[in-house]
């Protein structure tokens, strides 16, 4: 596996059929955009089949850039009972790979990450998008799955540094 010493959060938004994936670092203060992007997979004949997909990127992603912890957003519960099902099963597809992989994994209320980014937990998406490209300072758009996984990663480092300044009095 890559090296974990760098700070990078691996931020996950599981799905049965979307899986995104944002990597943030921070450096001397700055957050900065390493990777983001979704795993598809419904190319994949079955649900199991889908599943492995997503536990084998997953794992893929954790050797490629060696994240020190995981950031994810807690699961929404659906008034559909098979969706949540399915929901749930990816999650856990996606969180397997990373304890495999023996890293820490921090899990944030939908509405926590969106206090995080945009001050207001009941941010619309378009909000969370903005101010992930704002607080990355990158122009590209992504989809998404893949914002909301960096929306969870920003989180994650932002409640780390609050953690860090609580702590330092």
Known sequence: ???????????LDPGSRATGYGLVRERSG????????????????????RLGVI????????????????????V???KNAATALKLGQARGAALAA???????????EPTVIKQS???TGRAEKSQVAFMVARVLACRETFAVDAT????????????RRLTRLCGAR
């Not at 700055?30 to 089949?49: H, K």
């Not at 909301?148 to 409640?159: F, I, K, R």
């Open 1 to 11: 596996m890559a090296n974990t010493g760098d700070g990078i959060i691996l931020g």
């Open 30 to 49: 700055v957050l900065e955009l390493v990777d983001a992007g979704v795993v598809r997979t419904t190319s994949q004949p079955d649900f199991p089949s």
């Open 55 to 74: 536990f084998t990127a997953v794992a893929e992603l954790i050797q490629r850039h060696g994240p020190a912890e995981v950031s994810v957003e807690n």
């Open 76 to 78: 929404f519960v659906s």
């Open 98 to 108: 990373c304890a495999v992989a023996g890293l820490s994994v921090h899990s944030y």
């Open 117 to 119: 980014l945009v001050g």
């Open 148 to 159: 909301d996984a960096l929306a969870a990663a920003v989180c994650h480092l932002n409640q």
